[in-house]
């Protein structure tokens, strides 16, 4: 159970004056539930491969499929949910209800089925429900990228794809959707986050795409992504590196505050455990 992309190539406005190559022989797989994130410089080709990964654009050569089957194709099409970059593409509902009900009810959920199913995927989009009366074109970019990652997620993909799914959101929704990420992959679901800011993300993170002019330029681990590329570690890993260069023992390997947090307790023993002695 996979998405396994072979040798995939796409190019815009294929043989006029504007042709532009995107996507140029691109292979690689996402195994089932594996957090992928992808990086690269702006114009490298992420939302145009985003896009190739659940079937919204179909190769133009090579191949991308899902579970063995094309994507896009009838068996597959709701196994991969997209959350576009630009949010507004994605809304349509007169209500944000209508918006979030809409696949669901496509797969024939009525009644007070549908509302939980609506309810459920505001919930874990981190919004409230009194939002589902209102129309999504009246709320702020953050909330309308939250309200298309609730239409998205209603849809309960095995695979979720996010192309820049963090980007104006304020810091507490940011938080909110890093911990719902983190609950769907526990969960199982497969991800791939598309992200020009990576170090939020490293401490979910088993593989690292990074693409330059539409091709692979690293594929890899995050600690080998760390030792290969001219990266600015993250902050909490240059101190824990400065740690144990002050003859601290703990591990480098960290990613986040939280991880941070478990290693010096693991070092220094707990608060209460100090207390009790
Ligand atoms: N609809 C389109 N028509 C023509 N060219 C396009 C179209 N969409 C993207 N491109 C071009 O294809 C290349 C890849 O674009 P793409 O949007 O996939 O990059 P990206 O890595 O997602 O960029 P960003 O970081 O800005 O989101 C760019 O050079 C872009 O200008
Ligand atoms: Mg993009």
Same mark, same amino acid.
């Given at each position: 159970m996979s998405i396994e992309v072979k040798n995939l190539s796409f190019c815009y406005n294929r043989g006029t004056s504007l042709e532009k190559h995107a996507i140029d022989n691109i292979s690689f797989s996402i195994g089932k539930g594996e957090f992928v994130l992808i990086g690269g410089e702006v114009g490298s080709g992420k939302s145009t491969l985003a896009r190739h990964l659940n079937g919204l654009l179909r190769p133009q050569s090579g191949s991308v499929t899902i579970d063995g089957k094309a994507a896009g194709s009838r068996k597959v099409r709701s196994k991969a949910g997209l959350l576009m970059q630009y949010p507004q593409k994605q809304l349509f509902g007169r209500t944000v209800y209508e918006d979030v009900a809409f696949a669901p009810s496509n797969f024939g959920f009525k009644g007070k089925e549908l509302d939980e199913h609506v309810m459920y995927a505001?919930?874990?989009?981190?919004?409230?429900?009194?939002?589902?009366?209102?129309?999504p074109f009246s709320l702020s970019g953050g909330q309308m990228r939250l309200v298309a990652l609730a239409g998205v997620?209603?849809?309960?993909?095995?695979? $979720?794809? /996010?192309?820049?799914?963090?980007? !104006?959101? =304020?810091?507490?929704?940011?938080?909110?959707?890093?911990?719902?990420?983190?609950?769907?992959?526990?969960?199982g679901i497969s991800i791939v986050v598309i992200s020009h800011q990576?170090?939020?993300?490293?401490?979910?993170?088993?593989?690292?795409?990074?693409?330059k002019s539409g091709r692979i330029e690293f594929v890899g681990s995050v600690p080998e992504y760390l030792r290969s590329a001219p990266f600015t570690l993250p902050e909490i890993t240059s101190l824990m590196k400065e $740690?144990? /260069?002050?003859?601290?023992?703990? !591990?480098? =390997?960290?990613?986040?505050?939280?991880?941070?947090?478990?290693?010096?307790?693991?070092?220094?023993?707990?608060?209460?455990?100090r207390l009790d002695e």
């Open positions: 505001l919930g874990l989009a981190g919004l409230d429900g009194s939002v589902a009366s209102l129309s997620l209603s849809m309960k993909p095995d695979y $979720l794809i /996010l192309d820049e799914p963090a980007s !104006g959101l =304020d810091p507490d929704n940011r938080v909110l959707l890093i911990g719902t990420l983190e609950k769907l992959h526990r969960s990576l170090s939020e993300l490293l401490s979910l993170a088993e593989k690292i795409i990074i693409l $740690l144990n /260069l002050a003859g601290i023992n703990v !591990g480098d =390997d960290i990613y986040s505050v939280d991880d941070a947090f478990s290693e010096i307790i693991r070092f220094f023993g707990s608060p209460e455990a």
